[in-house]
């Protein structure tokens, strides 16, 4: 089992399959943003030999991010090698959806569980200026396929950005009044590549939370106010699905973070708000040990930081949100 000096147990992985990405969502990354070329990155046997080191290690569950995850070559077989790595018992995915049409059930087959879903505003238009170059049909489309594969629960993951889209999560929240999906509201963060959008545009979840209770009604909470993963949950009156509200800014909750981020380019990352970082993939490629690797592993684990600096000014410009993984 992996321990940190707080006592935290950290089984969660996210490992980030490319920096590449489809869209260009303003507050991610900017519109010309370059890429690491793919040698650069892990090949699909590094990720699946560093995955089996994690989950020898006690970590049993994984998400793919990115970039685009749905992006990268042989996305299916990579799927199905970590879902049938021993150990790993749940496999999930953070995606933008657009290409989810024809690819949600592959990945089911290949033993994807579940899908997070990025859609920021249910108007085509805004949609278009918020992601610079996305098309909304697309990833409504890719929500119904998921459904359709029975990849559940469907959570869809929406940043709030003031001057683009508050009132937008109005009609977001709605949707759970119909579907039993959970909508997620995010509190935007700041890294490189935007910062001056994430600083300057922060919707905070108290806004957003009465943003949406000042048109659709007092919401309950959920789940005695416990986290669902980072997600406060809420449910509005009638609802049949969740709302989820992600107070990273304001409220972190770091006493119960269980993660370990592991980029495109095999670099493991402790905290998703500070720069702490080690390399994994170059000691991986000169030859180091699995011994090796996961005494690396543990001592970063021991390491892991404790709450972010923003308040007091600190951000962490090593990395933009799209090469880190969300
Ligand atoms: N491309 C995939 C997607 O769109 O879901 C996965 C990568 S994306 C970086 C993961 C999540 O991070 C998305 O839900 C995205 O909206 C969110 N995100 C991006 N930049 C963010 C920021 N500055 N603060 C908070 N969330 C952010």
Known sequence: MALDRFGRKIHYLRISLTDHCNLRCVYCMPE????????????????????????????????????????????????????STPGICSVSMTTNGVLLSRLAKPLAEAGLQRVNISIDTLNPAKFNRLTRWGDLEDVWEGIQAAEQAGLRPIKLNTVIVAGYNEKDSIELARLTLEHSWQVRFIEMMPFAGATDVQLTHLVTAEQIQAMIESTLGKMEIVNGGGLDGEARLFRLPGGHGDIGIISSVTEPFCASCTRARLTADGILRMCLLREYEIDLLTPLRAGASPTDLKKMILEAVWNKPWGHGLAEGVIPLNRTMSEIGG
Do not use: Y
Not at 42 to 70: H, I, N, S, W, Y
């Open 32 to 83: 010309a943003m370059t890429f690491r070329p793919s040698d650069e990155l892990m090949q699909d046997d590094e990720v699946l030999l560093l995955a089996g080191l994690f989950a020898d290690l006690g970590f049993d569950k994984v998400r793919l991010t990115g970039g685009e995850p749905t992006l990268r070559a042989h996305i299916v077989d990579i799927v199905r090698g970590i879902a």
